[in-house]
């Protein structure tokens, strides 16, 4: 995300392709787009608006489906600053806006033909994450924090509230005061990715350090005028995304354990255990906010209260003292297709 924030300002060449970037921006911001989802789009097409200028082409009526498999092979070969080429992934997220508006730009008439109609798009390999934390490996980075200061307080419940609620770091971020619900022990995700909300639990033992934090530590952190966010910056404001992935990296680091990762690595972990704990698949969908997950069944619409009784049940750390559970010996496939899943977020996320 920090790459395509540079591309975003760096300025881009005055000529028609710009110009119709600026129109199909609008038409998302019209249309509702997620915020995120525009930032993206725009970043992308920048990127290729500019590397079509270098090449000679400032019209999309110039684009062929030729200079499209061009610009494919560039992002094949390109080298990012630490000399790595760019993932698969990477290569398919880029490539993905510039087949969308070029699919904008037939259905309003800038271009006669779509170039990237047939265009073979990159394939994505299916990989598991990288790091998913044991129940002692997640505990371990909870105790990273200094919660004696209230920077520290203010960490131990950002950690808490991920390893317990799975949330997105952009959740996290646009979480207010009063999403959340503490004595009935519940988050309320407004406006989340793909512009869904859904009720989530959120465990005892996590209520209990935001409320500490709440209690001790916010008050010295929040400047006027006081927007409502809960976790905020040194600065008095809400988290910039990338800031709060390096900081959660920090303490994961810090706690040694020879795994790297950051705010995605605790929605991989709180779906494991859950899962590894007994809770039924379509539980673990809703607290993740997902349709549908891979070799699962169809999503249901289960209760709020059942989802609490399975969260406390199935999560280790959701209530102040943990009675040990049996392992689920039939979760290992299920484990396995989840983390797939969670994995082709990864990409968008971060």
């Given amino acids: 995300m920090a790459r395509a924030k540079k591309l975003q300002t760096r300025p881009l060449p005055g000529n028609r392709m ?48 030729p200079v499209l498999q061009n610009y494919q092979r560039h992002l094949y070969y390109y080298r990012q600053k630490n000399g790595e080429p760019l993932t ?57 924090p200094d919660t004696g200061t ?3 307080l203010r960490d131990r419940a950002m950690l808490e509230t991920f390893y317990s609620t799975g949330i997105r770091r952009t959740e996290l971020v646009n979480l207010k005061l009063y999403n959340l619900d503490r004595e009935r022990g519940t ?52 988290f910039h995304p990338d800031r709060l992935s390096g900081l959660i990296r920090e303490h994961v680091d810090a706690a040694n354990l020879g795994k790297r990762g950051a705010c995605h690595m605790f929605r991989h972990t709180m779906a494991t255990l859950m899962l590894e704990g007994g809770a039924d698949i379509r539980y673990i969908q809703q607290m993740l906010g997902h349709s549908d997950l891979q070799s699962t069944m169809v999503y249901t619409q289960v209760s709020i209260r059942n989802l609490k009784q399975i969260h406390t049940a199935t999560h280790p750390g959701a209530t102040l003292e943990r009675t040990p559970q049996a392992p689920n010996p039939g979760a290992e496939q299920q484990r396995a297709d989840l983390l797939r899943a969670l994995e082709n977020e990864v990409a968008e996320d971060d």
Avoid: C
């Avoid at 037939?106 to 798009?121: F, G, K, S």
């Fill in 18 to 65: 710009a110009s119709l970037l600026g129109e199909f921006i609008e038409w998302m911001h019209v249309s509702n787009a997620a915020a995120y989802t525009v930032y993206h789009r725009r970043a992308s097409i920048a990127m290729f608006i500019r590397w079509a200028y270098e090449h000679g082409i400032e019209d999309p009526m110039e684009v062929t489906r």
């Fill in 88 to 144: 698969f992934r990477s290569q398919y997220t880029r490539m993905v806006p510039v087949r969308s508006w070029f699919r904008w730009l037939v259905r309003n008439n800038h271009i006669l033909h779509n170039p990237a109609a047939d265009l073979d798009m990159p394939r994505i390999e299916q990989r598991l994450p990288r790091a998913v934390l044991s129940e002692s490996e997640a505990e371990k980075v909870m105790l990273v």
């Fill in 150 to 152: 209230p920077l520290g």
């Fill in 187 to 238: 988050l309320s995700i407004w406006q989340g990715k793909g512009k869904k909300d859904r009720i989530i639990p959120i465990g005892e033992r996590a209520v209990a350090w935001v409320n500490k934090y709440l209690r001790e530590a916010r008050p010295q952190l929040a400047s006027d005028p006081d927007d409502g966010t809960v976790f905020l910056s040194i600065e008095g404001g809400p």
